[in-house]
């Protein structure tokens, strides 16, 4: 099994800042992409930020600039670091991954469980 554990979601004012962080764990022989996706309620998901395992990145219109993606390929770990947040930013964001769980399989689909952002004064 494939798990990703999602940390750093909370409560920011308006113009504030948030650092997300997930981690893959479990049956994983590479990593492909990891990314991460938000959905506000009554809408649908959708894709924020997404960084594959060459290091390019590609983010939403609303949040370029103000939002950078990373990753430690090493630990199997994405990071968002959310800055000059807005009310419209609040939201479940989830973390994706493309896993290989061997050689002699392809690349799967996995999510986190989600981490609430609620950007608000």
């Known amino acids: 099994q494939v798990q990703l554990v999602e940390s750093g979601g909370g409560l920011v004012q308006p113009g504030g800042s948030l650092r997300l962080s997930c981690a893959a764990s479990?049956?994983?022989?590479?990593?492909?992409?990891m990314g991460w996706y938000r959905q506000a309620p009554g809408k649908q998901r959708e894709l924020v930020a997404i960084?594959?395992?060459?290091?390019?990145?590609n983010y939403e219109d609303s949040v370029k600039g103000r939002f950078t993606i990373s990753r430690d390929v090493a630990k199997n770990t994405v990071y968002l670091q959310m800055n000059s947040l807005k009310p419209e930013d609040t939201a479940v964001f989830y973390c994706?991954?493309?896993?290989?769980?061997?050689?002699?399989?392809?690349?799967?689909?996995?999510w986190g469980q989600g981490t609430q952002v609620t950007v608000s004064s």
């Open positions: 479990g049956s994983i022989f590479r990593v492909n992409y």
């Open positions: 994706n991954a493309g896993v290989q769980k061997s050689r002699y399989t392809g690349f799967g689909s996995y």
């Open positions: 960084i594959t395992s060459g290091g390019s990145t």
